[in-house]
């Protein structure tokens, strides 16, 4: 995910949380005591923001993990020793969508991955 894509997603999460919880942004920016102008520029994408207020945030916002602020991590492309393996398997294309492709190969691939404390 780009930077701005990434930061737009992340104003939008605190946006709707705080609109969910019936907060203004003045009263969530003095919960993380930032500025309400700061509250307005993160939900909209418009500024960076430091790890220690992603944090304040995601308490302000009673979310019980961080990551629940941050949007999912984009799938892995698939190598070409995978899509092998899925097309000698019959799982073409027209059975499985992209996502689906993508959830098979990681699984295959962490099912390949060599196990901790294994010989």
Do not use: C, W
């Not at 999912?72 to 020793?81: A, C, D, S, V, W």
């Not at 969508?97 to 190969?105: F, I, K, L, R």
């Amino acid at each position: 995910m780009a930077g701005e894509a990434l930061y737009k997603s992340f104003g939008s999460a605190v946006s709707t949380r705080r609109k969910a919880l019936g907060l203004t942004q003045a009263e969530l920016a003095g919960k993380v005591k930032m500025s309400r102008a700061s509250i307005a520029n993160i939900e909209s994408g418009r500024q960076n923001i430091l790890l220690h207020h992603v944090y304040a945030l995601a308490a302000a916002l009673d979310f019980t993990k961080v990551a629940e602020l941050l949007p999912p991590m984009p799938q892995k492309p698939l190598g070409e020793g995978l899509k092998m393996m899925l097309s000698n398997q019959a799982l073409s294309k027209q059975t499985l969508s992209q996502h689906a492709e993508a959830q098979v190969a990681d699984l295959i691939t962490t099912a390949l991955q060599p196990r901790r404390g294994k010989a």
